[in-house]
């Protein structure tokens, strides 16, 4: 064989090991979904399993077993979902990377449900059901299955369709889809349900406006000053003493029911603490990372990215001690009705239950939880770290004014309405400028008034898609709630 005929062997052999090579990694891409679901069927039988040991000698416990499958598949969901408005805006402006974001809100969830999780929950959620309306154990069994699979399924849709949605309204609508089938309309706490109603509204109307204001405040007093780091040293230590203010109340508030029962004035006076101490630290702090940069924005972006990582992690965790009992509530509330064949308003949560919501919302993040996490991030609007700080400080200082008016919130509406509202406030601020700078230019090079409003900083299709399933998220949960309990009594009644 000569050498020409060699090396032409040898190019064959390249251009077919290519050919292999790309399509090992087309079969990759396409599985790489398969190996998600795979995971996540293996965690949510273990779960059953789980319950099956732990319950094999109490009465119903192939109804527990049943719930424990579904609590399992609920927290992953909320993992998928529920997680990305905490890490979304940290992941969008480059403060952290997706793994990092990923292994920060894992550690940090988890933390915040087994630590901070709660030793009781409500079993009607949100008390939008009167207990003594069911008082059946069997069909009140049946309702919180239904109430469970039918807001997992509602989350697993609109995950898939790119839409947060509030995993605590989906329980809601569950709970009463199943309580309407069971017991009837009268069953319903109408005025309860009113006040989750005026959340929708209440609760993005409130983080957008509070995260427009602190980057109106941030343009206004840092980067339209003509020395951004003299400015800078002034006033990020106070962001980010108000930073640890807000978290400190709200964590007292909302993620430390477990630990320590505080009310609205105890946690503002630990918030004020906590705040002048992060104030007192954080100027020789400002001022040794400031020392040498340039005078310009880029030198601002990198003095708010370790305040913004911090709250990504505060966040998540007061979301894990929160949000959990989305998964585990309604199980914990199976399990007590089949082991002591009543209905009770609170019951405690069996240290296995809450393993399974913990686990479960940290699996759903690893495995889902990126798409929508890029979606928050950086599809909306584009977010930079000073803007995704204003998104996680409105979500604390909301829920603490909200708690303050005592009105119902969601801190998914809180958060995208955050993200929504520097979005727009881009917007309005954009073609404020562009007015000015067409009044100073000749008549010739002015931009047109309609061209100026075509510039979007706001992805409509985006704002559109998540206000629509904000608005059907309760009635969608409810009828295939109700649908449910219906087939499972026809089946087993």
Not at 151 to 170: D, E, R, Y
Not at 350 to 365: E, R, T
Not at 440 to 467: D, G, Q
Request: aromatic fraction near 8%; glycine fraction near 10%; charge should be positive.
């Amino acid at each position: 064989m000569t050498d020409t005929d060699k090396t032409h062997q040898w190019r064959t052999l390249d251009k077919d090991l290519n050919r292999l090579s790309r399509v090992e990694y087309a079969t990759m891409h396409v599985a790489r979904p398969l190996v998600g679901v795979g995971v996540s069927l293996a965690f949510i039988v273990l779960a059953a399993l789980l319950a099956m040991v732990l319950t094999q000698h109490s009465p119903g416990s192939l109804f527990i077993v049943a719930a424990a499958g579904f609590g399992a598949y609920m927290a992953l969901n909320i993992g998928a979902n529920d997680v990305a408005n905490n890490m979304g805006p940290a992941v969008g402006a480059n403060a952290l990377s997706m793994a990092g974001a990923i292994a920060i809100a894992a550690i940090f969830e988890s933390a915040g449900a087994l630590i901070a999780g709660g030793d009781v929950v409500s079993t009607i959620s949100k008390g939008i059901i009167a207990p003594e309306s069911v008082p059946d154990a069997g069909v009140f069994t049946w309702a919180m299955m239904a109430a469970l699979l039918s807001a997992a399924i509602w989350v697993n849709i609109a995950t898939w369709l790119s839409a947060p949605v509030s995993t605590t309204h989906s329980v809601v609508g569950g709970v009463l889809g199943a309580g309407v089938a069971a017991a009837g309309v009268s069953a319903v706490n109408w005025p309860t349900m009113g006040a989750i109603a005026a959340s929708w509204v209440i609760s993005p109307l409130l983080g957008g406006l509070i995260a427009a204001a602190v980057l109106a405040f941030i343009k206004w007093r840092v980067i339209y000053v003509e020395d951004k780091i003299a400015a800078a040293r002034t006033w990020v230590p106070a962001l980010i003493g108000l930073m640890a203010a807000a978290f400190a109340a709200y964590l007292a508030l909302k993620g430390l029911k477990r630990v320590v029962d505080i009310d609205l004035a105890h946690a503002l006076g630990i918030g004020a603490g906590v705040g002048l101490a992060a104030w007192l630290v954080a100027i020789p702090a400002i001022r040794r990372q400031s020392r040498g940069m340039e005078n310009r924005n880029k030198s601002l972006k990198a003095l708010f990215g370790v305040p913004l990582v911090i709250s990504a992690a505060l966040l998540s965790f007061a979301h894990g001690a929160n949000d959990v009992a989305n998964a585990v509530g309604p199980l914990a509330a199976i399990v007590h009705a089949q082991e002591f064949g009543a209905v009770a308003g609170k019951v405690a949560i069996p240290a296995w239950v809450m393993v399974i919501g913990a686990f479960g919302i940290s699996f759903g993040l690893v495995l889902f939880g990126p798409k929508l996490i890029r979606m928050v991030g950086s599809q909306i609007t584009k977010l930079n770290p000073m803007r995704a700080y204003c998104v996680a400080l409105s979500a604390a200082i909301t829920v603490i004014v909200a708690s303050w008016l005592g009105l119902p919130v969601s801190s998914t509406h809180i958060a995208v309405g955050g993200v929504f509202g520097v979005g727009f406030f881009r917007e309005w601020h954009a073609e404020r400028r562009a007015r000015t700078i067409n009044l100073n230019r000749p008549p010739a090079k002015r931009l047109p008034a309609e061209e100026r409003r075509r510039r979007k900083l706001v992805r409509r299709s985006h704002f559109m898609t998540i206000v629509a399933a904000w608005v059907i998220t309760v009635p969608a949960a409810a009828l295939i709630s109700g649908g449910m309990f219906l087939a499972i009594r026809a089946v087993l009644g």
